[in-house]
């Protein structure tokens, strides 16, 4: 498995951007698809965004369309997530993942985590 630290969260206003990052170790990400999640207190985890292992398809949840943006960096297995626009209903804990295929939009086939990061929105 792959270690995976997220980092970059934070308060910050609404409108405003934050970018996280997600670092691996372990193992290359090269080849496998990784993916934003994020969590609402008391809430089930729900995907935020996907990138295939080569960053040629991406999928984002319609409440972040157009707002985020994920990107990767394979020859440094960096993974990140840029966030414009913010809204209050955008803050939540936000996870990365490494699955264990080259594309899954499936959180069961999300086998390594880390250890989340919290973003707040404040209106």
């Known amino acids: 498995q792959v270690q995976l630290v997220e980092s970059g969260g934070g308060l910050v206003q609404a409108g405003g951007s934050l970018r996280l990052s997600c670092a691996a170790s372990g193992r290359t990400l090269t080849g496998y698809a990784i993916g934003w999640f994020r969590q609402y207190a008391g809430k089930e985890r729900e995907i935020v965004a996907v990138t295939s292992w080569n960053t040629g398809r991406t999928y984002y949840v319609d409440s972040v369309q157009g707002r985020f943006t994920i990107s990767r960096d394979n020859g440094k297995n960096m993974v990140y997530l840029q966030m414009s626009s913010l809204k209050p209903e955008d803050t939540a804990v936000y996870y990365c993942?490494?699955?264990?295929?080259?594309?899954?939009?499936?959180?069961?086939?999300?086998?390594?985590w880390g250890q989340g990061t919290q973003v707040t929105v404040s209106s």
């Open positions: 993942a490494s699955s264990r295929s080259w594309w899954s939009r499936a959180e069961a086939d999300y086998d390594s």
